[in-house]
């Protein structure tokens, strides 16, 4: 089978196109009549002359039909153009030496003047012979391959654009390349325009349209689709072709035939352009300056561009998302840095005040030039932060103070009704509002569970009003704070429930003891929000002798609090009716075992004693109950132990305590302590211990006062640690003869 010249190029250009159809069977026709069939001629010449004998209905129709179309005379006078071609010049040269000659991809101008076309064609000129081997005539065959190599060019131009979208090359650069592209490589002229749709389809915009006038595509940038309106606006609204071929006579163009006959153009063929989802993208068209119906060839060619040109703004607009999802996910993880940090702020410390100004300075400037934060105490409002550019402005807003049941002002009516208040427009009641510059306000609720306790106020100061971002960034903030500042108020009554309740188990001051300097120390573990296990108490009874005790409770809290309680009201109670303190600590044991359940199963260690000041000094009788041992510290600056055996309390019927006696000289003292003093531990974990204690109270080289005796202790327990943190309760009662 014979090739037709030109086969191998359309079918690489149909590989290589890559454009897009709504379906293969569609592509591969608009390929076709965009390419062509390649189409044979044939004429016969006789004679030096080269007379035309006959041709074909396909050569006169190449030469240009018409007038042309006749027989009888010499090719150069029916083609007289051929001659500074050179063309006649070659029937010459085979007329004289009877050999053939083949031309390919030959360009030849047929016609004159504004009607001349350029052609190409792949011919032979051969020898007509006669019976006796004379040249008698030439006969040329040839086939017009002028559409396959226009096609090349165009595929070769084609293949440019695709390119170009996809290295992502700006859209408006690719649409006039493409527009230039088509009528430079058209074979008539041709004006290319590019019209793209809005986001809802309702109106097109100019996208692209070297050649036409500006005038021109100003007035139609912006044109509505409906039916009736132009060309493109009826295509974009009919999802299909619309071809006007005289727009002076054509309906469509009634509203713009005014505006076409300004700028010379007489035909508009229009073609949608559709994403793949069916959706308008736009309008493809193809203006002419006379009137004029399209070829296939036309149509096609409009579908392949038309196709082109949705692949390039589908793939701006995927482009569009991607950055538009970056943007989000860029702004979304700022936004939780924010966040992050303004929560890090105003859970810093637990003092919900200096919590919500860190609110206020969070604020400004990131959401806000101004910023003020009220809060409701004893039914009255208090602005309790302030925050601007400038220290005058600052002061000027903080100066500003809401009334509370102002019902024409703003904070008073976000809290009265717990709902945030957006305005373009200054805060309603008085203000500073002109001094300030204020344009604008976002008001949110600060909220204790259902109820507002507070406000924070964003204002702004220039023309851009508050966005849905900065509003919702201000609740969450406000959010957040209400809650720190919640918790800085409830950690605030905690400590001091806690401080009172501990207060009320401490003697609120130590009495005055005859013939004896008593001192106490105390220091709970912790940040204070529980209650110490440690207690000491030293109260007088009927007969002139003083009662004292120093214990620890088994845990913290509330339940170690009423141990305690338990402990310190029952010796006291029991203490003036029974004869000795062994039945004290026996009195005290039982009302541990009696104690329910809802009151605490722990144990407690004590000593408990009473002491009677005599000439000599004082007289001591005192029980141990599983307690660390007592110290004596003599005159001389030296120190022993008490030993006297007891079992810990609350544990079984018997405790077996027995009454140890001593007798304090003027000068000596009993220290009695807690463990939270020897286990105390440095750096490395290493207890005090209790040698470290004696050292600690020995080698005095004057007899101390009972303070002395504490502040030397404490001292040593400090330089120990090294200022870390204790984790127990440290409790020291001396007892010290005058």
Request: net charge negative; hydrophobic share 40%; charged share 20%.
């Amino acid at each position: 089978m014979t090739r037709v010249p030109g086969e191998k190029a359309v079918r690489s250009a149909e590989a290589s196109s890559g454009v897009r159809a709504n379906g293969q069977g569609r592509s591969e026709d608009d390929l076709r009549a965009l390419f062509g069939q390649s189409t044979a001629v044939f004429a016969s010449l006789a004679g030096p002359a080269h007379m035309l004998e006959a041709a074909n209905t396909a050569f006169f129709t190449a030469i240009g039909g018409g007038k042309r179309t006749r027989t009888g005379v010499p090719l150069g006078q029916l083609l007289p153009e051929l001659a500074d071609q050179g063309f006649l010049a070659l029937l010459d040269q085979v007329y004289r030496t009877g050999k053939p000659y083949i031309g390919r991809d030959a360009r030849v101008v047929l016609g004159e003047g504004a009607g001349a076309r350029e052609a190409f064609f792949d011919f032979t000129y051969e020898p007509r012979l006669d019976a006796g081997g004379n040249t008698m005539g030439v006969r040329v065959i040839g086939v017009e391959t002028t559409q396959v190599k226009h096609a090349q060019r165009l595929t070769a131009e084609h293949r440019a654009l695709l390119e170009q979208i996809a290295r992502q090359a700006p859209l408006p650069e690719v649409l006039d390349g493409m527009a230039r592209v088509i009528e430079d490589l058209s074979p008539e002229e041709v004006l290319v325009s590019v019209l793209l749709a809005d986001a809802d389809g309702k109106h097109l915009r100019h996208g692209a349209a070297p050649s036409l006038p500006d005038f021109y595509n100003e007035a139609i940038d912006g044109i509505a689709t409906g039916e009736g309106v132009g060309s493109c606006g009826t295509a974009a609204h009919r999802r299909r072709p619309v071809i006007v071929t005289d727009i002076a006579t054509d309906a469509f163009w009634e509203d713009f035939r005014d505006l076409a006959e300004k700028a010379g153009l007489a035909a508009c063929w229009s073609t949608p352009i559709l994403a793949r989802d069916g959706s308008l993208l736009g309008t493809f068209a193809m203006y002419h300056r006379t009137p004029r119906a399209p070829q296939e060839a036309d149509l096609a060619l409009a579908r392949v561009f038309a196709d082109t040109v949705a692949l390039a703004v589908e793939r701006q607009q995927a482009e569009q998302a991607r950055r538009a999802a970056e943007a989000r996910e860029k702004a979304a993880r700022a936004d939780l840095s924010f966040l992050l940090k303004a929560s890090t702020a105003l859970t810093s410390d637990l003092d919900a005040t200096q919590t919500l100004q860190r609110l206020a300075a969070f604020c400004t400037p990131q959401l806000a030039p101004l910023c003020a934060v009220d809060v409701i105490e004893g039914g009255r409002v208090h602005r309790i932060a302030a925050a601007a550019p400038t220290p005058g402005q600052r002061d000027l807003l903080a100066s500003h103070v809401p009334v509370h049941d102002a019902a024409d002002h703003t904070v008073a009516r976000v809290l009265a009704s717990g709902m945030r208040e957006v305005a373009r427009r200054t805060p309603t009641g008085p203000g500073p509002w002109r001094e300030l510059g204020v344009t604008g306000y976002v008001c949110v609720p600060l909220m204790d569970r259902d109820s507002a306790f507070g406000t924070l106020t964003l204002l702004s100061t220039d023309e851009h009003p508050f966005d849905g971002h900065t509003v919702a960034l201000a609740e969450e903030l406000a959010r957040r704070a209400a809650l720190a500042a919640r918790n800085a108020r409830q950690y605030t009554h905690r400590v001091t429930l806690a401080r009172d309740l501990q207060a009320g188990l401490l003697l609120p001051e130590l009495p005055d003891v005859p013939g004896a300097d008593v001192a106490t120390y105390y220091h709970p573990a912790g940040e204070g929000l529980d209650i110490g296990g440690d207690f000491y108490d030293v109260f007088p009874l009927d007969d002139g002798s003083w009662a004292f005790m120093l214990g620890d409770v088994c845990g913290r809290g509330a339940i170690a609090a009423t141990t305690t309680a338990l402990v310190r009201h029952t010796a006291r109670a029991v203490a003036p009716l029974l004869p000795g303190p062994d039945a004290v600590v026996e009195a005290v044991n039982r009302a541990l075992l009696n104690r329910p359940d809802s009151h605490g199963t722990g144990f407690v260690t004590l000593v408990y004693g009473r002491l009677t000041p005599t000439p000599d000094g004082l007289d001591v009788g005192l029980v141990r109950a599983g307690h660390t041992h007592p110290l004596v510290l003599a005159a001389d600056g030296t120190a022993h132990t008490v030993e006297a055996p007891g079992a810990l309390l609350g544990i079984t019927a018997d405790p077996a305590v027995t009454v140890h006696r001593l007798c304090l000289r003027p000068g000596e003292s009993l220290l009695l302590y807690t463990d939270g003093i020897t286990e105390a531990r440095d750096g490395s974990g290493e207890q005090f211990g209790e040698q470290r204690l004696a050292a600690a109270l020995t080698g005095a080289s004057h007899r101390p006062a009972a303070q002395d005796v504490i502040d030397a202790l404490t001292r040593a327990v400090q330089a120990f640690t090294g200022g870390h943190d204790i984790d127990d309760d440290q409790a020291v009662l001396v007892l010290t003869a005058t």
